[in-house]
C-alpha cells in the first residue's frame, strides 16, 4: 500500500480536500485503485450533530455514516464509495482506546497518548486503507489521508506523530507529504510572501514530517523568484514547490498539477509505474473546457435557512452544477432565505423582502433543500405554493418534500393549521409525523441514515423516467420525521402522487404533483450520488424542467 498524506498550514479552507482529491484523480487515470482517508481532529464523534454554519453540510454515506464534507469531494472527484470508518476523528480514536482501557486489553499498563493513541491512529489507516471503495471487491493501490485543521493546532499534535511514526512503519518509500500552505500578496508592491509557508514547514519539521511537496495557494501563479526562496528555506527541491493559484473551474486543479510534472513525481518517489494511455484523464480534461465553454444560463432559486455559508449546501450546489453541465447551461444559485420571505419580514426588513420575493418570481426554477428547526419554515411553505400555483418546476428534498406536502394538505385539501409535529406538536392535522425508530434525547446517529431502497410504484410517472426505467433505487437517508401514513389516500385523491415507497408501502420516498411542469419531491437526499458525468436524476429534472422554460 502507497499512502500520499495531506496536511495543511496557516489557516483553514485553503483547498487541502481538493489537492488531495486531484492528486487522487490524478492516481486513478493511471489505473491504479485509489481511496482516501479523512482525519478531523475535533472531539466530535462524527459531524452529525454540526451546525451547518460550524462546519459546513453533514454529507452521508451509504453505510449512514455522517462525514465531514470533504470525503463528497473525495466520493465526486473518484467516483468511489466510502464508509464511516474512511473519517477518522478524535473521538472516535480515543473511545476506541478507552473502550480498550476498559476491557483489561492494556494489562495494567498506563494508557498514554504515546504510544496507545498514536498506535489506534496507525491500526485505523493501516485498516481502512485495505477496504474496497469501488464497488468491484478489489483492494486499493493508494490511500490518499487529509489531516484536517492547520499544522500546530494542539488538537492535531497526536496525528502528527502518528504520521511521523507511521512513515518508519510503512516505508519512506511508500510514503509521500504534500503540504498545503498560503503565499499571500500585501499591499500594492504585488510581492509575493513566503513567510507564512516558511513558519508552517518548520513546524512540521520539528514535529518530524518533512514535506515532500509543497502546493501553493495564491491568487497568480508562483514567480519563479518565489519558489526558489520557497525551495532553499523550506528543505524542498524547486521542482517540488507547486503552484495552486485560482482556476477557472474547480476540475481544472488536476490539470493544473498535471502541467507541473505533478504525477510523474509522485510516481517516481512511491516507485509506481507511468502510462502513456490515460483516457480517463482525457475525458477529465474534456470535462473541464466543456465547463469553461458553457454560455447561456439557468437560475435556480435555492430557498434554505443557512444560505450565509454556502458549504452549508456543498452537494446539493454540485449536484445542480453537475445536471446544469449536462444540459449545456451554466448554473446560476439565487440564494434566498426563507425567513425574508414571510410576512413578518416585510414590517421587519421590506427591502430584504421585497428583494426575496422578486429573486423567487425571477428564477426558472425553485429548489427547498433539506434542513432542521422551525426558523423559515414559513417561507418555504410560502415558496413551494408559489412554484405549485404558478407552474414553476420545483424540487423538494427531504424537508422540501415535507414541506410541499404540507403546504398541498393547507391549500389544496383545506386544512387550516396542518403541519409537521416537529414544529406544531398540537397540530390539528399531524401531516408529518416523528418516525418510530428515532429517537428524541440523543441527537447524533439516531436518525434514518444511509442507503435505503425505494420502489417506484407505477411506469407512468416523472421518476420512472428520471431514474431510467429502474423500478427499484437506492438513494441515501437522513431524516426523523416523515409524511403522516394515515393521509395518504386523502392526498392522492386531490392529485398529490406518492410514486415512491419503501420496500414496505409504509414510508413515502417521492412525491409528483399531477399536471405540472416538474413538481418533484424526494425523501432521501439524492445529491450525496451525483457525480459531475451522472448527475443526480432528481436534480437533473429539475434543471432540465427549469432550462427548457428559458429555451
Not at 516507485?271 to 474534456?286: A, T
Not at 419554515?377 to 405549485?388: C, H, S, V, Y
Request: glycine share 10%; with cysteine; aromatic share 8%.
Amino acid at each position: 500500500m502507497r499512502y500520499v498524506v495531506v496536511s495543511g498550514g496557516v489557516l483553514s479552507g485553503l483547498g487541502k480536500g481538493v489537492t488531495a482529491s486531484s492528486i487522487g484523480m490524478l492516481l486513478k487515470s493511471l489505473g491504479y485503485k485509489v481511496t482516501a482517508i479523512k482525519i478531523d481532529p475535533y472531539l466530535n464523534s462524527d459531524a452529525g450533530t454540526m451546525s451547518p454554519f460550524e462546519h459546513g453540510e453533514v454529507f452521508v454515506l451509504d453505510d449512514g455514516g455522517e462525514v465531514d464534507l470533504d470525503l463528497g469531494n473525495y466520493e465526486r472527484f473518484l467516483d468511489i464509495t466510502l464508509t464511516r470508518d474512511n473519517n477518522l476523528t478524535t473521538g472516535k480514536v480515543y473511545s476506541k482506546v478507552i473502550e480498550a482501557e476498559r476491557r483489561g486489553d492494556y494489562l495494567g499498563k498506563t494508557v498514554q497518548v504515546v504510544p496507545h493513541i498514536t498506535d489506534e491512529i496507525q491500526d485505523w489507516i493501516e485498516r481502512v486503507a485495505s477496504i474496497p471503495v469501488d464497488g468491484n471487491g478489489d483492494q486499493p493501490d493508494v490511500c490518499v489521508v487529509e489531516l484536517g485543521g492547520t499544522v500546530g493546532d494542539i488538537e492535531s499534535a497526536p496525528f502528527i506523530e502518528a504520521l511521523r511514526q507511521f512513515q518508519f512503519r510503512v516505508g519512506k518509500e511508500n510514503f509521500v507529504l504534500v503540504h498545503v500552505s498560503l503565499v499571500p500578496v500585501v499591499g500594492v508592491v504585488g510581492e509575493q510572501k513566503t513567510k507564512p509557508s516558511q513558519h508552517t514547514v518548520k513546524e512540521l519539521r520539528a514535529a518530524g514530517l518533512s514535506p515532500d511537496f509543497l502546493v501553493c495557494r495564491s491568487e497568480e501563479p508562483l514567480k519563479d523568484a518565489t519558489k526558489e526562496k520557497l525551495a532553499l528555506f523550506c528543505h524542498v527541491d524547486k521542482t517540488h514547490v507547486l503552484s495552486a493559484h485560482d482556476v477557472s473551474n474547480i476540475y481544472r486543479v488536476p490539470i493544473l498539477l498535471e502541467e507541473q510534472n505533478t504525477t510523474q513525481m509522485i510516481v517516481d518517489k512511491l516507485q509506481l509505474e507511468m502510462r502513456e494511455e490515460r483516457p480517463l484523464f482525457d475525458s477529465w480534461k474534456k470535462m473541464a473546457d466543456h465547463v469553461d465553454s458553457l454560455e447561456k444560463e439557468v437560475t435556480i432559486a435555492m430557498v434554505g435557512k443557512y444560505t450565509g455559508l454556502s458549504d452549508s449546501y456543498l452537494s446539493v450546489i454540485k449536484a445542480l452544477q453537475h445536471s446544469a453541465f449536462k444540459v449545456g447551461a451554466k448554473m446560476n444559485i439565487c440564494w434566498v432565505e426563507a425567513a425574508s420571505l414571510e410576512p413578518e419580514s416585510k414590517e421587519s426588513e421590506p427591502e430584504m423582502y421585497s428583494q426575496s420575493w422578486s429573486d423567487l418570481q425571477s428564477a426558472d426554477g425553485i429548489l427547498v433543500p433539506g434542513g432542521f428547526g422551525n426558523r423559515g419554515i414559513e417561507g418555504k411553505i410560502l415558496a413551494a405554493n408559489f412554484a405549485r400555483v404558478n407552474n414553476v418546476p420545483y424540487l423538494g428534498v427531504c424537508l422540501g418534500l415535507q414541506i410541499a406536502v404540507i403546504e398541498f394538505a393547507r391549500n389544496v385539501l383545506g386544512l387550516e393549521g396542518a403541519n409537521s409535529t416537529e414544529f406544531d406538536e398540537d397540530t390539528p392535522h399531524p401531516t408529518v409525523i416523528f418516525m418510530p425508530e428515532g429517537s428524541k434525547t440523543h441527537m447524533g446517529g439516531t436518525m434514518r441514515l444511509g442507503s435505503r431502497q425505494t420502489n417506484i410504484q407505477t411506469e407512468d410517472c416523472v421518476a420512472y423516467e428520471l431514474y431510467g426505467g429502474d423500478m427499484e433505487i437506492h438513494e441515501r437517508h437522513r431524516h426523523r420525521y416523515e409524511v403522516n401514513p394515515d393521509m395518504i389516500s386523502q392526498l392522492e385523491g386531490a392529485g398529490l402522487r406518492f410514486v415512491g415507497k419503501d420496500t414496505e408501502g409504509q414510508r413515502m420516498e417521492i412525491i409528483e404533483l399531477e399536471g405540472h411542469p416538474y413538481f418533484f419531491g424526494t425523501q432521501y437526499h439524492p445529491e450525496f450520488k451525483s457525480r459531475p458525468t451522472r448527475p443526480s436524476p432528481p436534480f437533473f429534472g429539475l434543471v432540465k424542467a427549469a432550462f427548457s422554460r428559458i429555451e
